[in-house]
């Protein structure tokens, strides 16, 4: 993990900070270049343009931590809403969603229960849902409540593995043992010692070692990342073990490196873009923010100037 991460993510969480930032909103050039825009619309513009350039992708409305019932229904029913207008305008009805925007902080049961019109909706329209891994302190009854969908919903529900988790390998081995697709990355959050390596040494190796096992035994993986190193190893490793390249996909973050997205998309690779869109975007903007000192630097930058 970067040695900066931490100290960023948790000066984000400050009220003040967080007003500055927000005063810009999606005016501010750095958001948008994260964020595709604050409606639905915006954002099924943004997948066609990608799908003109070859590569497909996943929508994500932001959204986390909601605090009542009533802000977790209007979730499920703005995604199932998403998913009709999705297959209507012909964008592949593909969407990631984060548990606690269904109300995990409210109870498993209720987190679980929104889950079924979703899917349910999903399935309708032949779509898929992925559920984003949130913090540490969500995974195993994130991965409860997967388990459960998983066993009703099969093929349209996917779930998120980070690799800089200790968990991580085991959790990969009970989703090669079911059957469920998962998407590999390294981690995004800022997370102690106790359940999480904290070099990038340790974090890359055990990506490395977790994409082998999926791409041998697991159902269409997807490895999510914009590391050059673990792309290369990736492209090394399907190359040596002669995997078609229609069994699993690359994935990438709207706004980052476009260049790798087009030059893995002319490589006949499978590329998928997570798009997401929306007026909740502050902490989606700062864990992008806390990936890359450039970028940092280009925000402090900015609320001095500003
Ligand atoms: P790393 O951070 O080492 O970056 C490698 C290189 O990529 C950098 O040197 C830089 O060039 C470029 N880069 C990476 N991030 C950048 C940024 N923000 N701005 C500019 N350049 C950047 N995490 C999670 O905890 N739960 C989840 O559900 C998901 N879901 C998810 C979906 C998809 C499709 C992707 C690609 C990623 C996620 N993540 C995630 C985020 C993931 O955990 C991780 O934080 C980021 O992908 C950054 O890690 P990299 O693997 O890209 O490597």
Do not use: C
Not at 65 to 83: D, F, H, P, Q
Not at 113 to 120: A, S
């Amino acid at each position: 993990m970067h040695l900066f991460r931490r100290p960023l993510l948790a000066v984000a969480e400050s009220t003040l900070i967080e007003n500055l930032v927000r005063r810009g909103g999606l005016s501010n050039g750095l958001v948008r270049r994260f964020v595709a825009g604050e409606d639905l619309d915006t954002a099924l513009e943004a997948a066609a343009e990608i799908a003109k350039q070859g590569m497909t992708t996943t929508l994500d409305q932001l959204g986390e931590n909601v605090t009542t019932i009533n802000e977790a229904r209007a979730a499920v029913s703005s995604y199932t809403t998403m998913l009709g207008r999705m297959a209507e305008a012909g964008v592949e009805p593909n969407i990631s969603v984060k548990l606690t925007m269904l109300g995990l902080d409210l109870g498993d049961e209720l987190a679980h229960t929104n889950m079924t019109p979703i899917l349910d909706a999903a399935r309708s329209v032949r779509g898929f849902v992925r559920i984003d891994m949130e913090g540490s302190s969500y995974a195993e009854r994130t991965m409860r409540i997967f388990a459960t969908l998983h066993d009703r919903f099969d093929e349209t529900v996917g779930i998120v593995v980070q690799s800089y988790l200790h968990r991580a390998e085991g959790d990969i081995r009970a989703m090669i043992e079911r059957g469920a697709r998962v998407r590999l990355v390294k981690g995004a959050y800022a997370e102690p010692a106790t359940v999480a390596f904290q070099s990038r040494r340790e974090i890359d190796d055990n990506y490395v070692r977790l994409m082998e096992l999926l791409l041998d035994r697991g159902r269409y993986p997807a490895i999510a990342t914009h590391d050059p190193a673990l792309i290369r190893s990736a492209r090394g490793y399907v190359g040596r073990m002669h995997i078609p390249r229609d069994r699993f996909e690359f994935q990438m973050l709207y706004g980052v490196r476009r260049d790798a997205q087009a030059d893995l998309t002319a490589a006949g690779f499978r590329m998928r873009v997570y798009v997401p869109y929306g007026s909740q975007w502050y902490p989606y903007f700062t864990r992008r923010i806390a990936e890359r000192p450039a970028n940092a630097l280009f925000v402090i930058r900015q609320l001095v100037s500003g």
